[in-house]
């Protein structure tokens, strides 16, 4: 029996089903939206609390960080002055001190006595800049949270935010009456609880769970409710629903008769024709050093070119091609148009890299490390050139799987980046199970960094981790002068963007590259005569 014979039989089974028994089809389809809606509402009351607690400790950081850079260190009247200023000013914040190594009050703005109880952990010389402990005085179940900035001299400045900054109750009533609310600091601290449920729904298996993450703190928010406060929500949709639950299985079988005898997809069909006829195009965008003005390597994307010379971006087609399996071949096909196109200029540059990028599907077999040996293998790119980017943007399904593919990747020295940090809700996992060996920077840090103290703290947060870790790390979409200004502050060496150049087919980026080493090899040679007339000048003086 062939395939369209089999699709038809389903949708005339499935059609059956639906006219015998409407009440319980439309019961099921009811029952799953509402806690599909409920679970959104969840996810959403679990934003609002992160987003709370994110504003709150990255405000909190910029105000410690505004004392820091004015040298406030002591606990003498001007320094009190300063903090009493600071609490006046900041409405989220109870008081201001310093606190010891030992993690105790040495000094506290308003004055309040000093108990000798340690409120921070004990500092650590490996430690990080910003430290988040928690005090038993709380609000409406909230606990007042201490933020404290390291001033790497043993002391550390401290501030104590108000309770009231996160006891807050969002969420639609409906649900608001039986959940229960949690924002934990790491894995046990608590920070704020709120609410419960009845007994209707007693049993565990009878609960609804959202948890949410903090991309950029140790931050998690969980929120349980009953199955049946979402359940009950939909009981005058289930009446109506009872009504039309037979013109449903009517559209129902027309529509399955329609998808069963219909032509093969012409989409499908243009797609599977543009693979075969080498359409898919690698584009190169450069990585440069912002130090030497020398390049590091590029980053290869994927460009469609239409037979008529049309470029189309891969925001228009990316993710039908992930959904339908065909970007398989097609990343197959990209890395072989790059082997053939860059193997003579990596093979002369041994120092530049390669990045890959890869998708979710890559990392559930091991295809993807057979592909690279056999399309690279024999080429003069090396192993130690490549770079296989992976995204957060989008989860792994098996992280243990794809942990053992990329170890056997990195052992023929392939490196690891992990693409869009900051943006999904895997990135702390992803670096600490997937071995990660590059950080790159997404540009929506980058856009307002030095503009925004936020975006600032984050990039300085994820330089620092990098360096702890021993990562390297990449600035995506620079465009402007004083963001690469800004990022050698931070000690960010490498970037790209449309400041250096956009992605560029083969031709035009080795022709960039002869440029821009040669203009590199001019301001090395020009620098160093410039330095012998200084040394001639004062030898004759």
Known sequence: MSGRYIVFLRAVLIAIFLATAPLFVANIILNQYARSQALKEMDAMGMRYIQRA???????VTALQRLARDDIQTCNAEDRVLFQTLVTSEGM?????????????????????LTGEAVLPVLREDGPLVGIGMLDREYLGARSAVISWDLRNGNRLFAE???????SDPGPEYLRAYRRAELRLGNDLLWFATGGYSSEATDSSDTLVAAVSSPNYPLRATIVAPESAAIQAVQALKVIAATACVALAIILVAVG????????SEANDEFVAAIKNGE???????????????MRGCEVLMRWRRPNGVLVSPGQFMAYAETYGHIFDMTRSLMMQTAREMSGYYGDNPDLKLSINLFAGHFLDREIVNDIKVIFGETDISYQQIVVEVTERHPLADLELARKIIAELQSLGVRVALDDVGTGHGGMAYLQKLGIDIIKIDKMFIDTIGMDDSSTTIVDSMVELADNLGMGIIAEGVEQQEQIDRLLDLGVTAAQGYHFAPPM???????FAEKTEAEADERERLAAEAAAAERAAANAA
Do not use: H, N
């Open 257 to 264: 008769v329609w998808f069963s005898w219909r032509p093969e």
């Open 280 to 294: 898919f195009i690698p584009f190169y965008q450069p990585v440069i050093d912002i130090e030497t003005g020398r």
């Open 161 to 167: 935010v108000t309770p009231a900054v996160i006891a």
């Open 93 to 113: 914040i109870d008081a201001v001190g310093l606190v010891d190594s030992q993690g105790k009050r040495m000094c506290i703005t308003p004055d309040m006595e």
């Open 505 to 511: 087919p083969c031709g035009e980026f080795l022709e």
């Open 54 to 60: 994110e504003d709150a400790i990255s405000q909190t």
